[in-house]
C-alpha cells in the first residue's frame, strides 16, 4: 500500500508549502503538487499521473475535496477511477475516508458544496461585469487585430511598414501578418 499526496492551488502566486507539509505529515510517500485551475481534470497533469500509478490498496490524499475537484461531476469521475483501482481517497481537513460508508457520504455532501461555491463565484463575477459595464468602468476585451483588417489592409496600401502599422495601431507584427493574410484572395 502506498499514500499518495495531491496539492493543488489555482494560481501561481498561491504557494504550495503548507498543503504540501500537510500531506508529508499524514504519510505520504509520494506527493505531486501542481498550480492549475481546479475548475476541470483536462491540463492537470500531476493529478492524472497519479491517477495512473495508483493501485489496489493504495490511498489518495488530498487536504481538502476542493483542491481535487470543484465539481460534482469531475469528483464522481475520479471517484469512479479510484473505486475501479480498489484505492481510497482520505482528506486531512475533512471527515473523509472512501472506506467507510460515513466517509462516502460526507464526500458526497462536500462536492455538491464545491460545485455549490464555484457557482456563486460565477454569479458574482457575472454580476459585477454586469455593474461594471452600466457604470461605464467596463468595456470587455480590447479589439483584436482581426477587427483592425480593413485598417491594416489600407495603412499597407499606402506603403507602411509591418513595423509601423503594429506602431501605430498598437497591435502586434505578427497580427498585422495575420491580417495581411486574411485579406489576401485564396
Do not use: W
Not at 54 to 76: E, H, K, N, P, Y
Not at 123 to 128: F, K
Amino acid at each position: 500500500m502506498t499514500i499518495y499526496g495531491y496539492a493543488r492551488v489555482s494560481t501561481t502566486d498561491q504557494d504550495l508549502t503548507i498543503q504540501e507539509q500537510t500531506l508529508a505529515a499524514a504519510g505520504c510517500t509520494v506527493i505531486r503538487s501542481e498550480k492549475v485551475s481546479g475548475s476541470s481534470t483536462s491540463g492537470r497533469k500531476e493529478l492524472q499521473t497519479l491517477l495512473a500509478f495508483l493501485q489496489r490498496g493504495d490511498v489518495l490524499v488530498v487536504t481538502r475535496i476542493d483542491r481535487l475537484a470543484r465539481s460534482i461531476a469531475d469528483l464522481q469521475t475520479i471517484m469512479m477511477e479510484l473505486k475501479a483501482k480498489g484505492a481510497a481517497l482520505r482528506c486531512t481537513e475533512q471527515p473523509v475516508d472512501t472506506s467507510t460508508a460515513a466517509g462516502k457520504a460526507f464526500l458526497d455532501m462536500l462536492g455538491v458544496f464545491a460545485e455549490f461555491e464555484t457557482n456563486l463565484r460565477r454569479e458574482r463575477q457575472m454580476e459585477g461585469i454586469a455593474k461594471a459595464k452600466a457604470d461605464g468602468r467596463y468595456k470587455g476585451r480590447k479589439p483584436t487585430a482581426r477587427n483592425q483588417a480593413t485598417e491594416v489592409q489600407a495603412l499597407m496600401e499606402q506603403g507602411m511598414s509591418a513595423t509601423e502599422i503594429a506602431s501605430r495601431l498598437g497591435i502586434s507584427r505578427a497580427s498585422v501578418y495575420r491580417c495581411k493574410d486574411a485579406a489576401e484572395p485564396a
